[in-house]
């Protein structure tokens, strides 16, 4: 079993930045995609972006140009650096990891963007 934890988050201005982090623990053989999804109040949990083992990238239209995922292999993590957040990035942000065939989705780790 993997297990994910979030951290990073917070309560920011708009404009501000943040960085999430998420490391993966436990039975892990080999982290293959990574990503981070958000969910706000009464909304559907949604992608954000998405990286692949070799560095590939992938990120909603919203966020592109704003937000960059990057990941350490080594340390079984995954980051997301967020610059010029906006109200409506405000959600719960949660990580999640392919090991194997298996999938794993962390806490979540709360962000608020203030106007």
């Known amino acids: 079993q993997v297990q994910l934890v979030e951290s990073g988050g917070g309560l920011v201005q708009a404009g501000g930045s943040l960085r999430l982090s998420c490391t993966a623990s436990g039975s892990i053989f080999r982290l293959n995609d990574m990503g981070w999804y958000r969910q706000a109040p009464g909304k559907q949990r949604e992608l954000v972006a998405t990286?692949?083992?070799?560095?590939?990238?992938n990120y909603r239209a919203s966020v592109k140009g704003r937000f960059t995922i990057s990941r350490d292999n080594a340390k079984n993590t995954v980051y997301l650096q967020m610059n010029s957040l906006k109200p409506e990035d405000t959600a719960v942000y949660y990580c999640?990891?392919?090991?194997?065939?298996?999938?794993?989705w962390g806490q979540g780790t709360q962000v608020t963007v203030s106007s």
């Open positions: 990286i692949t083992r070799s560095g590939s990238t």
């Open positions: 999640n990891a392919w090991e194997s065939l298996r999938n794993s």
